[in-house]
């Protein structure tokens, strides 16, 4: 079983800045891309940043410049720096990631139960 397990969240001031944490746990083959998703009170969730197994990365643009995200696949974590927060990032920030659980066995995506940001003076 795989479980993916967010940690970092809190309340900061509007300029601030957070890390939040994602670890990977389980009967775990491969891991390719990781997503980090938000989604707001009354809003949809939408994607914020995404890494590839190579480590290449894209963005969304109300976070450009502002977010970084990374990965250790030595501890199987993905990682969202977050710098210069708004009140408007303020949301439920979700990781997932794309694991193989066997050699021979299919690609899934798996969710964590995400992590609250609030962003607030």
């Known amino acids: 079983q795989v479980q993916l397990v967010e940690s970092g969240g809190g309340l900061v001031q509007p300029g601030g800045s957070l890390r939040l944490s994602c670890a990977v746990s389980g009967s775990i083959f491969s891991i390719g891309a990781m997503d980090w998703y938000r989604q707001a009170p009354g809003k949809q969730r939408e994607l914020v940043a995404t890494?590839?197994?190579?480590?290449?990365?894209n963005y969304a643009d109300s976070v450009k410049g502002r977010f970084a995200i990374s990965r250790d696949n030595t501890k199987n974590t993905t990682y969202l720096q977050m710098n210069s927060l708004k009140p408007e990032d303020t949301a439920v920030y979700y990781c997932?990631?794309?694991?193989?659980?066997?050699?021979?066995?299919?690609?899934?995506?798996?969710w964590g139960q995400g992590t609250q940001v609030a962003v607030s003076p």
């Open positions: 890494i590839t197994s190579d480590g290449g990365t």
């Open positions: 997932n990631a794309r694991a193989r659980v066997s050699v021979l066995g299919s690609i899934a995506l798996y």
